[in-house]
Nanobody
């Protein structure tokens, strides 16, 4: 069992920066692919960025060049550095971890952290 706890959300002005962190409990963090999703009320949760166990990163087109995902396997954390924030980045941000073991797929979600971009 893995528990994910996000932190770092808050209120920031347009053009500002925030750094979200996701701390994972449990074992084998380094084997998990990690993801950041976001959700606006009334809309589907969308993938923002992900980083594989091997360190390969992927970003949604809307955040490329502005957001950076990284992981620290020694600290069991994954982070999302968000720069040049826009009002449309306002959402609840969720951390997700997933790995496949044989035929079993294990997926875990955090509780989410609110990011509000507003002047």
């Amino acid at each position: 069992q893995v528990q994910l706890v996000e932190s770092g959300g808050g209120l920031v002005q347009p053009g500002g920066s925030l750094r979200l962190s996701c701390a994972a409990s449990g074992s084998f963090f380094s084997t998990y692919d990690m993801y950041w999703y976001r959700q606006i009320p009334g809309k589907q949760r969308e993938l923002v960025a992900n980083i594989t166990a091997g360190g390969i990163t992927n970003y949604a087109d809307s955040v490329k060049g502005r957001f950076t995902i990284s992981r620290d396997n020694a600290k069991n954390t994954v982070s999302l550095q968000m720069n040049s924030l826009k009002s449309e980045d306002t959402a609840v941000y969720y951390c997700r971890g997933g790995r496949t073991l044989g035929r079993s797929r294990y997926i875990y979600w955090g509780q989410g952290t609110q990011v509000t971009v507003s002047s």
